[in-house]
């Protein structure tokens, strides 16, 4: 995983949240990799940044910022094809 600076990681956390609150907005359980909340479920064998579900809806979302969306496609990768195995839908999001 590639590492952000402070001003990256602020810009990801950011992204994370507002996610969360759409999600939760339309009546969705959430979880989200941010400090002092419960980590999402791994997906893949690798934690992803939010994990929705509701009723046989499920959406598995990392988060990346312009440094980081090229250098983590491993992981990428892994949460892609545990998503599908899984039934749900995998999407990266970029934090600008």
């Known amino acids: 995983m590639a590492k952000r600076g402070k001003t990256g990681q602020a810009k990801h956390d950011k992204k994370v ?52 969306k090229d250098s983590d496609k491993k992981q990428q990768q892994k949460l892609r094809e545990g998503a599908k195995k899984m039934d749900g839908k995998f999407s990266i999001k970029i934090a600008r």
Not at 43 to 58: E, M, N, S
């Open 17 to 68: 949240q507002q996610r969360l609150d759409y999600y939760k907005k339309k009546n969705f359980r959430v979880w989200a990799d941010l400090p002092n909340r419960a980590r999402p479920p791994k997906v893949g064998g690798v934690i992803p940044d939010i994990y929705a579900r509701k009723k046989k809806k499920l959406f598995i979302e990392e988060i990346e910022t312009p440094t980081t």
